[in-house]
């Protein structure tokens, strides 16, 4: 299969990303740069990467969300893509309305740094079949606006068409509504998350958890069995 990580002024997990597409999946991986368009279905996957775009000036992902290259993943997305988008990737698919809500600056008003434990809420999502429903994923946080919103009416939408697809799971470090950590679109096939699971995702980095592999792993198994169906 093959993935795409866009780079924006700012983004600082782009590498990590690539690294685990590329060297710990051992997938063909390409970057792509923000300024840029392109026509994106020759991609299986495009992850959007965490970062400080534009130094998170006016709201995060704000500016970023009117890069040329989100255009074509607003395409692409529209077209059934998948997209992941990590920290500030998924502040990023917020501002662009590919996902539902808006991110706040967290209730401690502080940065949270810290590893987590979080619920998978749906495990039939591209993102999380190589997860069990209930399983507790420890991953890092790293974020000062993490702290997701959405009203009440959004939030049962969220909940009926089952895109609450993890959550924080002893402690919530920013304060979002129900404990969000990460949702998919309608459709299921964009995904957002605050938590990094580019940085947990194999052995060597020893910091005892390989948990975020898992959300990887899930996009290859499902690039795969869709590609079995279509006969490809
Ligand atoms: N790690 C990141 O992606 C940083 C997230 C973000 N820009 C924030 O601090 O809210």
């Not at 008003?109 to 999380?128: G, R, S, W």
Request: charged residues 20%; hydrophobic residues 35%.
């Amino acid at each position: 299969m093959k993935f795409a990580v866009v780079t924006f002024p700012g983004s600082n997990c782009d590498q990590d990303c690539y690294h685990v597409a590329h060297e710990v999946l051992g997938e063909s991986t390409d970057m792509l740069w923000h300024d840029d368009t392109a026509d994106l279905s020759e991609y299986d996957c495009i992850i959007l990467p965490g970062g400080f775009s534009y130094g998170d000036y006016l709201r995060t992902g704000a500016i970023a969300r009117f890069s040329p290259m989100m255009e074509s993943v607003i395409e692409y997305a529209e077209n059934g893509g998948l997209v992941i988008g990590i920290c500030n990737g998924f502040q990023i698919l917020l501002e662009a309305g590919l996902l539902p809500g808006a991110m706040k600056i967290n209730n401690s008003l502080k940065f949270a740094c810290k590893y987590i434990d979080l619920e998978v809420i749906n495990a039939e999502t591209p993102f999380t079949n190589q997860c069990s429903e209930g399983e507790v994923l420890n991953v890092p946080v790293a974020h000062g606006e993490g702290n997701y919103h959405i009203d009440e009416a959004g939030l049962q939408k969220l909940i009926d068409n089952d895109q609450i697809v993890i959550k924080y799971s002893n402690e919530n470090p920013n304060g979002s509504v129900a404990d969000i950590a990460g949702i998919c679109n309608q459709k299921k096939n964009v995904f957002g998350l605050m938590p990094h699971p580019e940085r947990c995702s194999e052995s060597i980095l020893g910091n005892g958890s390989e948990d975020g592999y898992k959300i990887f792993s899930s996009i290859v198994e499902y690039v795969i069995k869709r590609g079995e169906k279509n006969g490809r």
